[in-house]
């Protein structure tokens, strides 16, 4: 129970929360300290 309802929910807490942030800081942050 706590693997598939811990890991599952984790899991997927985790994919949309970490997303977004991940994917505005490649794109301001790589972008802005690469050049």
Do not use: F, I, Y
């Not at 811990?6 to 800081?25: F, I, K, Y």
């Amino acid at each position: 129970l706590k693997s598939a309802d811990g890991s599952h929910e984790s899991m997927v807490r985790t994919d949309p929360g970490n997303q977004p942030p991940p994917s505005a800081t490649d794109s301001s942050g790589p972008s802005c300290r690469r050049p």
